[in-house]
């Protein structure tokens, strides 16, 4: 059993919250595991936008839909802990596994993995299932993309049958082809990483290698084993080597987040947990991995810095030289969270700042599982508050699609799209399926419905 698998009140109820952190962590998961087919996508601006040398915009807006079937209404089951890739011109999303196992305060479900792979059309919000043999049904796994190849890559993952004994663990390594729409196992050799969940992975373009920190190889659901170590996998001869040996090292972590900075190639890692990721508090420090001098350095960072949290998202805007990360589930009042904050490393210190929107603490709980529907003081132009989602960013880092995750309600079905140059979200494919009743509803009693 592991919490986040559950809603944050979930948590609570289980007695698996630090006392300070019980009035964040009692939200109502009332989910419905009906699933809501996809609505059409949101109509994109026609007024011409300025591009960058390869053809993606230069704000990082979403592409413009060209044209689109409509033939499609196919919307992947609402799931957490799946993974995903977008493809180099950033108008494919692939997502691959997951959990869709649905929680419903205050009892632990009994998981349940799926292997199923889906890709969205990101420009005219889309989704088809595709019939490709792939990994075998895991969740927690580590993506990136080769934006030299055009394929996704994932290592690793986590699976097992039933609610109780060992799960097994992976490090093996698979590229999905988004020409082909195929899936490939990569043969590997050398020293790589130990079979593990919840690493997390970059591609260096300019080493053509993917880097792997990090990660759980407990095969105990009730304990985690954080892993510090990282590694390098050469995609030009699928060789494992370890990389990071110099410098002042991060603590061991799971349930963090990495971006790479590649005109650096400087990988950035923030937040997650240790052995006590089951409490928190979780860690709000940031690292950095210098990949041409193989050095590892703490980032000093001043500002208004986010609560450390797990289970969130990152990705690095090139232009604007910051980290930007977005959601997951912190130790505060609010617990899952929709915030983003922006890391500014072209000076030092560096300098966090909050960017403008998501939701905000209002009031606390009337009791377990008993939220009123305006706990937070809801922006609807963001995301609902969620964590454990699948993401892909942009190659240069200006944009960001995410998908589904595990909200206050259960678990979602819904997509969207970052513009880093404006930190603004757009709809890509809608569902109402996991969100807060006053996102989807007028007629209110609770949080969920």
Known sequence: MYPQSLPSPTRAALGLVA???VAALLSVACSSTTVVQAQPPV????GAEASTPDGLSADGERPACTGTSGASTATPDPRGDAAGALDPTARRFVLFGGDVAVPICPNVPTAKFVGDTWVLDVACGEWRKLDAQGPSARSRLASTTDTTRGRGIFFGGRYRQGTSGAYTLYNDVWAFDFAAETWAQLPTTGTGPSARANATAVYDAEGDRVIVFGGNSSTNGLSFKPEA?????????????????NGTKPRGRLFHSMAIDATTRTAYVFSGGDENAFLGPFFKDVFALDLATDTWREVA?????????????????SAQKRLLVFGGHDDGQVGNQNDLYAL?????????????GGDTFNKPSAGQCDFAPDFTNVDKDRPDRRGAFAFGVRK??????????KTDCGLAADAWWMAAGSAKFTPVNQSPVGLSCVRVSTTCKGLCG
């Open 229 to 245: 170590d990282a590694f390098a996998l050469d995609l030009k001869t699928n060789a494992w080597s370890p990389v990071g040996a």
């Open 344 to 356: 500014d490393v072209s000076v030092t210190p560096a300098v966090w700042s909050r960017v403008e």
């Open 396 to 405: 240069d880092g200006r944009g960001l699609v995410l998908f589904g995750g």
């Open 301 to 317: 960072a001043t500002g208004d810095t986010p609560l450390g949290r797990i289970n969130g998202a990152a990705t690095f805007d």
């Open 19 to 21: 006392a300070a952190s």
């Open 43 to 46: 109509e994109e601006d026609a």
